[in-house]
C-alpha cells in the first residue's frame, strides 16, 4: 500500500461548489431521556441533549461510557430500549437508518474496497436516485472540499490512513444530511495527521453549518474543536457546556478528573472554603465540611509560596515546562511555569496555590 | 446485533440449516436405517452384531485386514509429515524466506496433481519398492504423504504465520539452545494445533484413500470394503458410519483445542466494541 | 552467518578490511558451513517430492509419447481425439462444472447462513467439523452411503416405492451410471465450498454494511452493490477449485459405476487394468495428459482470481 502525499488542505477549486453553495442552518438534534439496554446491562441511563441546529456537539468519555452507543441510537444502528430521539423536532426513534437523513464517519474500514474514491463518494447520491454525471460532479465537489479531488480515480488501498477518513467525510457531507455523526474518526490515524484532521473537519463544518455530533475520549480533540461538549460516564451525561465551562468550571470530581489535567490532593472543607496544604481557597458548588480531595490545575500553582516541596520529574513541553513536585506531607501537584525556570530533579522548590475555586470530592 | 443487515434473519438461518441439513442427513440416516434391515422385512441388529460373530469373521477379514493396513499407513504418513514435512517447514520459514513462495507451490502442486494421475507413473516406482523393501502396504505411506501434503502444509504453515517464529528462535538462541532444543523445546510447543490438525486431517485422508491403493493393489480399509460389498452389503455400510463417526469426534476435538491457546486462529473482522 | 561490522551496510567486499584478519576467515567459514548444512537439511524433502511427486508426473504424463516398444509416437494422443473419448471428456467436464455450480451457490448460502455467529458457536463449530468430515470423506464409504439409501434396494427406494409408488428406477439403474454420478458429487462439493468459501464471507466488513444504510442504501442493496460485487472474486476462485476437485475425483465413481467408463477417471482405470485390449497402458499416460491439461488450466485460473481478491484485503 504506497501512501501518496497529501495534497494542500481542503478548499474548494471551483468557485461554484455545489456543496458551499447549497449550505444551510442545520437541524436540531434532540435526545429525550434515552435509555439502552444490552440483556440485563443498562448502558444508557436516560441521555437528555438538545443540540441546537448547525451546533458541533462532543460526546466525550472514557472507553465504555456509552458515547459510541449514543451515536449509534442515534444513527438507527442500534434500538434505544426507552425514551426517543428527534431529529428537526419529528420523532425518528421508529424510522429505520437509511430513511434518517443522516451522514456517517466511521472510525475505520468503512470505505467500499471495490470503488473507486469518487464513487464511494457518489455512493449516497446513487441510492436516492441521482443520475451518474451528476453524482459524480457532486461527489468531485465534496472531495475539493476536504481537498483530494485530484485522488478522485485511485482505490481506497492506495490512499493513507487520514485520505482514507477524508473520503469517508466527503462520502458522508455529499448527500446534505440533516446531521453528521462521527464515530472516534481519528482514533486510529498518526498524531500530526490527528490534528490536522479534526482542524478540517470544523473548518468544512463552520462553513455548511452542518449539525454534528463527535465521539471521541480525548478530551484535547473535544476541547479543540467543539461549540459544546457532552461529558459522559457510566451511561450518563456528567456536564454538558462549553471548552471553558468544562475546564475552568468542572462540576463532578469525574469532569474534573477527565477534562483538563488535574492534580488530586488531599484537603478540608469549612463552611465552603477548602483548607488545602495550607492554602485556603473557595470550592465549587455545596460540599459538605469534612475531609476531602481538591482537584487543582497545574496554571494554577506558581513557584515560590508557602508550601515546601522537592522536584520528582520536570517535562520540557516546548512552549512552557511541566513539573510533578512532592510536598513534606506526601502530595503530588502538577505546576506549569516558564520554559526559564528549570528544575532538576531532588530540587528543593517552594510552590502556591492561586485562590481560584476549585472542586472537591467529600473523602471515604 | 445482525451485522447491520449483512446476516440472514434467524428464521431465514434456519430454513437453509434445515433444508442443507436435512438433505446431508438422508445418505447417512438412510445408511444406518440400510444396516438395520432385515430380509425378512422390520427391523434388526443383527447386521451389526454379526461384526463380532467369529463365524463370519472370515468374510470380514478383507476390511479387518484393510484396517489394520489402514493405521499402520495412517501411523507411517502422520511420521513423514511430522518427521520429513515440518522441519522442512521450519527450516524453509526461518533461513529461506526468499524460497517460500517456491515451497507454497510446490506443497500445493498434488492438488493439481489428481490421485488418479499420479498413479499411472507411481507403478513402474512402487515395483521398484517392491523389489527393495517387500510388497507390505505400508510402502503407500510414501504416495500418501504427497496426497496429504497440502492440507499438512495449510495448517502448519498457518500456525507458523501466527507466532513470530524469528523473534522466538532468536531468543531462545541467544539463552544458549542449540537447534534441536530450540525445535523441540520451543516451536513445536507453539505450533500444537498446527500440527495436531494435519496429523489429524492426515489420519482422515488416510482412512479413505482408494486410488492409489487399489490402482497399486493393495488392501486398504476402502479396498476391503469394495471387496466384502460383493458378499455382505450390510458390513461396509456399518464401517462406514463408524469411520464418519470416528473422524468427526476427533475434527470436533481439535476444534475445541483450537479455541483459546497461542497461535489460535487470528480474526480478520473487527469487534464491535460496547463504548 | 558472518558477523556484520558497523562500518558496512550491506554485503560489499570493502567491509572486510574493517573485521580483524583473523575474525573474518574464521566468521566466514563458520557462516559458509552453517548455510551449507542448512541447504543440506532441505534435502530429505527435496529428494521425497522428486521421487514420489516430480518422478511419477513425468512418467505419467511421458507415457503417454510412447508405444510399448519404447519408441516415440504420437498414436495415444491422436487417441484422445476419437469420439467416444471427446465424449467422456464433455461429460466429465459437464459433470465437474454443474456439481461445481452447484456446489458454490448451496455452499454459499450455507455459509451466509452462518454469518455473524461467533467462531465459538456450537452450530457454527459442528458445521465447520462436518464440513471438514465430509470434504474429506473417501469417495468409496460416500458411493456405498448413497447405495445403501437411494440404491436399487435402498432404503429411500423402498420407501418411496412402497408409501409413495415411486419407482426411481422404472427407466433403468441409472445411478449406476453417470447421472448417479451427480447427487453425491454435490455431497462431497457443498462441505468443500463451506470450508474454502467461509473465510471470504467473513472478511466482509460490518462497516460497509453499516455505512450503506447511513448513505440510504437498503439491506438488499448492501449485497448488489457492495456484497456481491466483493465476493465475486472469491466466489469465482471457490469454484474454480470445486471443478478441479470434482474433475480429479475417482473412488466415488469408480464405486459406483462397477461397469463401463463415464468419465476420464474410470477410462484411466480401464486403460491401466485392462486385460482385453494390450498395450492400453500408454493410452492411460496419454489421458492423464489430457486430464492434467484441463485440471491445471483450472488451478491456474484459481491462483490468478485469488490473488486478484486478495487485493483488496491486503
Known sequence: MTAIDDAPRGLPRTADNALLAEAGTGTRVEFRGVVKDYGPTRVLHGIDLDIRPGEFVSLLGPSGCGKTTALRVLAGLEQASGGSVLLGGQDVSGVPTNRRDIGMVFQAYSLFPHLRVVDNAAFGLRRRGVGRTAATRRAGDALDLVGLGHLADRFPHQLSGGQQQRVALARALVTEPRVLLLDEPLSALDAKV????RDEIRRIQLRLGTTTVFVTHDQEEALAVSDRIAVMNAGRIEQIGTPEDLYLRPETPGVAAFVGLSSVVPATVSGGIASVLGATVPVVGEV????????????NVRLGGPIAAVVQESTFLGSMRRTLVRTEQGAQLWLQHPVAERLGFDERVTVGIAPVPVVVRPRG | MNAAGMAPARLTRWIIGVVVGGAFLVPLVGTFLYTLRDPAGGVTLAHWASLFDPAHAATLRPILLGLGNSLILALVTVAIVLVVVT??????????????RAFEFVALLPISIPAIVLVVGLAPIYLQIGRALGTGAWTLAFAYGITVLPF???AIQASLDAIDLRTLTEAARSLGAGWPDVVLRVLVPNLRQGLMAASLISVAVVLGEFTIASLLNKQVLQTGMVVVQKQDAFAPAIFTLLSLAFVFVLLLIIGSVNTGSPGARVRKNTTRKAS | MTIAPLTAAGPTTGSAAAVSPE???????????ASALAWIGLLPFAAYILLFLALPTILALGSGLFDDAGNLTTENLAALAEPTILLVFGNTVWLSLATAVAGSVIGALVCWAMLGLADAHPMRRVVDAGASVLAQFGGVMLAFAFIATFGLQGVATLLLKDALGIDLYADGPWIYELPGLFAPYIYFQVPLMVITFMPALVALRPQWAEANLTLGGTRAGFWVHI???VLAPAFLASLLLLFANAFSSYATAAALASQGAPIIPLQIRAALTSETVLGRENLAGALALGMIVIVALAMWAYSAVQRRADRWRR
Do not use: H, K, M, W
Open chain 1, 288 to 299: 459538605a465540611d469534612g475531609e476531602a480531595e481538591a482537584f487543582i490545575r497545574p496554571e
Open chain 2, 87 to 100: 522441519p522442512t517447514i521450519i527450516l524453509v520459514n526461518l533461513r529461506f524466506p526468499a524460497l517460500r
Open chain 3, 23 to 33: 575474525a573474518a576467515p574464521r566468521a566466514s567459514s563458520r557462516g559458509a558451513v
Open chain 3, 227 to 229: 456484497g456481491l460485487p
Open chain 2, 152 to 154: 499438512a502444509y495449510r
Open chain 1, 194 to 197: 490527528r490534528v490536522q484532521l
